[in-house]
């Protein structure tokens, strides 16, 4: 199951980046200085496979545990994430992201977000 997340940031425009249910959840980076690279985001591929776009990547603050970003409420976990005790906090984490064309953003979105669709992607996960 992909979660999609979009972002507008000034000169750049609209990203969409996504967390991915299936990878490891540990970030092999404990970096604390800069951004680590989030554990279960989705590929640069399957970002252009979903949605189109030109790759990109993107330096985020996020929810995070101590070796983690959290899971976003709607990304679906079997079995479910077990958090520790320790209070969340923001971390810096790098994502692959896409990078969508101003004139087509409106027929992009449409597209995923259209619930006459399946949403799915080429291997028949889920897309929210």
Not at 12 to 28: H, L, R, Y
Not at 66 to 77: G, I, K, N, Q
Not at 102 to 123: H, Q
């Amino acid at each position: 199951m992909y979660v999609l997340h979009a972002i507008w940031s000034p000169g750049f425009g609209t990203m969409i980046w996504a967390e991915d249910s299936e990878p490891a959840v540990t970030s092999p980076s404990q970096a604390l200085r800069q951004a680590r690279p989030h554990p279960f985001a989705a590929s640069t591929e399957v970002l252009q496979g979903l949605v189109g776009g030109a790759p990109t990547e993107i330096d985020l603050l996020l929810p995070s545990a101590r070796r983690s970003p959290l899971d976003s409420a709607e990304l679906v976990r079997f079995p479910p994430r077990t958090l520790g005790r320790t209070p969340a906090s923001l971390l810096a984490c790098r994502v692959p992201a896409v990078r969508l064309d101003p004139l087509t953003l409106g027929t992009t979105l449409s597209r995923v977000l259209d619930p006459t669709t399946t949403n799915d992607d080429e291997d028949g996960r889920n897309v929210s």
